[in-house]
């Protein structure tokens, strides 16, 4: 009914392409990616129509850090920025792809360092390289 409610009229061809939808929590994540999505980005629900996938991307670490590097440090305005676009890459690509970042993804990368430490998986498993060469 969560689906329904924010406009989803074919919820059976959402489901088959994102399975797992079935199993997440409307409050703890359906609700606050859809509140994102539709408050901050000002998008509606064709989005998620058009790429589900948006809801099993994590919101903080993924969605929300995304968008705000566009908006922060880029001043990409956040609604030009199609969800699909944002989120299909990796974090390289969306820097150099979508960001347009000419250095290889270093100042996507610093931003999430900054914004995240070590808590972002991205920035713990560069590390664990980096100590693997060492050795």
Excluded at 18 to 45: A, I, M, N, R, T
Excluded at 69 to 95: M, S
Excluded at 105 to 115: H, L, M, P, Y
Aim: net charge positive.
């Amino acid at each position: 009914s969560f689906l329904r409610g924010i406009g989803v009229r074919n919820v059976g061809r959402f489901v088959t392409r994102l399975p797992p939808v079935l199993g997440y929590s409307v409050e703890d994540d359906l609700k606050p990616k859809w509140s994102f999505l539709e408050e901050v980005c000002q998008f509606d629900y064709f989005e998620v129509v058009r790429f589900p996938a948006y809801f099993s991307y994590p919101l903080e670490r993924v969605i929300k850090t995304r968008y705000e590097y566009l908006r922060d440090c880029k001043q990409i305005p956040i609604q030009l920025a199609r969800v699909d676009d944002v989120l299909r890459f990796g974090d390289r690509d969306f820097a150099t792809e979508i960001a347009l970042d000419n250095d290889d993804g270093v100042a996507f990368a610093k931003f999430v360092e900054e914004r995240w430490g070590d808590k972002h998986p991205s920035i713990r498993s560069k590390k664990k390289q980096r100590k693997r060469k060492m050795k």
